[in-house]
């Protein structure tokens, strides 16, 4: 335990700048979406939810550099350093992981909040229960299903490069792995597709949800653009996010013992 | 002329990862290592031989 609270007080020092960047950005965001001054109340919306899906995409990018900074540290000898001390690799890995998916959690949360603040500036009824949804049912359920396991992968692929660390080749793992990801990910996506509703939904969202559906209905009209309605767009599979906390384990255990092996 | 020309590509793709496999073989002490690389050097080798081009 000792050794866990010394290495998060580490990892704060490498990566506490960073972590206060991207939290600071969440003020920068509020004042964009504050900015939004379409005449349409449906365009408006549009625009900042758009803004919404930017930021949670430029935040995931953030906290996977953050992770995958081993590169930086082997220059700086603090990954030989590393090494060398008595924390095991899953120590070392899960320490790493949990400050990222705190600092993750935090800011999802956040812009959950920027969420909830927009469909209140468009006029939307909110009760209790969909601020709650909006504020930290979807955020952890985003987090589960895309940033957890990407923040595991970052990690796998780092130690998986330090295991060639010694002989030179790194690049070749780092490639090898960035481009077998996007086929392994097909086969994974496939196979979630496959199970996905298998067991009950999540609806989410409640009020605002009947609103967004009938506008999804709208669209659907449209021939040209296809939207399946087969299950209604606002009932979440719960599959998915078994499905990648359970890879984002395997994962960190796989980074962990490369950890392990490269440390004998 | 063009099926030949993709026929060329996918040996010479499947060359290069088999030299790849060989060094994510060799090139470390650790099982876990190999066993990550094998998986991602599978599945490339997979998608050139059997995907579609």
Do not use: K
Request: glycine fraction near 10%; include cysteine.
């Amino acid at each position: 335990m000792r050794a866990f609270r010394c290495l998060v007080w580490l990892e704060f020092r490498r990566s506490g700048v960073w972590a206060a960047a991207l939290l600071g950005s969440l003020a920068f965001w509020a004042w964009g979406l504050f900015q939004v001054r379409a005449v349409d109340v449906a365009q408006q919306l549009g625009i900042r939810l758009l803004l919404l899906g930017i930021a949670g995409a430029i935040g995931a990018l953030v906290l996977a550099l953050m992770v995958g900074r081993l590169r930086g540290d082997t220059r700086a000898g603090l990954f030989q350093m590393l090494l060398m001390t008595p924390p095991t690799g899953y120590v070392h890995v899960g320490t790493r992981y949990a400050f990222a998916a705190a600092t993750a959690a935090l800011y999802y949360m956040g812009l959950g909040g920027l969420a909830w603040w927009t469909l209140r500036l468009s006029g939307l009824p909110l009760d209790a229960g969909t601020v709650a949804q909006l504020a930290l049912g979807l955020p952890f359920y985003a987090l589960g299903v895309s940033v957890i396991p990407l923040l595991a992968w970052t990690l796998l692929l780092v130690t998986f490069q330090s295991a060639y660390r010694v002989s030179g080749t790194g690049w070749i793992p780092g490639t090898v792995m960035a481009l077998g990801t996007p086929f392994a990910l097909r086969w994974l996506v496939n196979g979630i597709e496959r199970v996905a509703y298998a067991l009950p939904g999540w609806p989410v969202l409640g009020s605002v949800g009947a609103d967004l559906i009938e506008a999804a209905q709208g669209i659907a009209e449209d021939p040209a653009v296809s939207v399946s309605l087969e299950h209604p767009a606002l009932v979440l599979p719960q599959e998915p996010l078994w499905i990648m906390l359970a890879l984002a384990v395997v994962l960190l255990l796989a980074a962990g013992r490369i950890w392990q092996e490269v440390e004998a | 002329m063009t099926q030949a020309f993709l026929i060329v590509l996918r040996v010479l793709a499947v060359a290069l990862l088999a030299t790849w496999a060989y060094r994510l073989w060799n090139g470390t002490r650790s099982w876990t290592a190999r066993a990550v690389g094998a998986f991602f050097s599978a599945a490339l080798l997979w998608q050139v031989l059997g995907g579609r081009w």
